[in-house]
Nanobody, 123 residues
Framework: QVRLVESGGGSVQAGGSLRLSCTPSGFTYSYYCLGWFRQAPGKEREGVATLYRRASSAYYGDSVKGRFTISQNNANGTLYLQMNSLKSEDTAMYYC????????????????WGQGTQVTVSS
């Protein structure tokens, strides 16, 4: 079955960097949009970055443009999120998600989710 396993979260000071990884299995990921979403306590889940490899398209949320980069290893499908210039407002649980076909910011349209990895940025 579809499985997504995230890793790489942790605690960092503002201005620092982290790289998240998401290892997919159980599906032909090249036909899927893979994305990163996050949810902070008391806030709604929001899209961070998405990637649809078949269309060579990557999209970023306004709050992370220029600071975060989404990429994918073509050999094994591992999805990455390089996060630079981290801010305290980036503190959240980060989730990897997958849906068949093109990407969307509507998190409810993604049927497959990882367990999440916590990112904490201290100022």
């Amino acid at each position: 079955q579809v499985r997504l396993v995230e890793s790489g979260g942790g605690s960092v000071q503002a201005g620092g960097s982290l790289r998240l990884s998401c290892t997919p299995s159980g599906f032909t990921y090249s036909y899927y949009c893979l994305g990163w979403f996050r949810q902070a306590p008391g806030k709604e889940r929001e899209g961070v970055a998405t990637l649809y490899r078949r269309a060579s398209s990557a999209y970023y949320g306004d709050s992370v443009k220029g600071r975060f980069t989404i990429s994918q290893n073509n050999a094994n499908g591992t999805l990455y999120l390089q996060m630079n210039s981290l801010k305290s407002e980036d503190t959240a649980m980060y989730y990897c998600a997958a849906r068949f076909g093109s990407c969307s910011w509507a998190w409810g349209s993604y049927p497959h989710w990882g367990q999440g990895t916590q990112v904490t940025v201290s100022s």
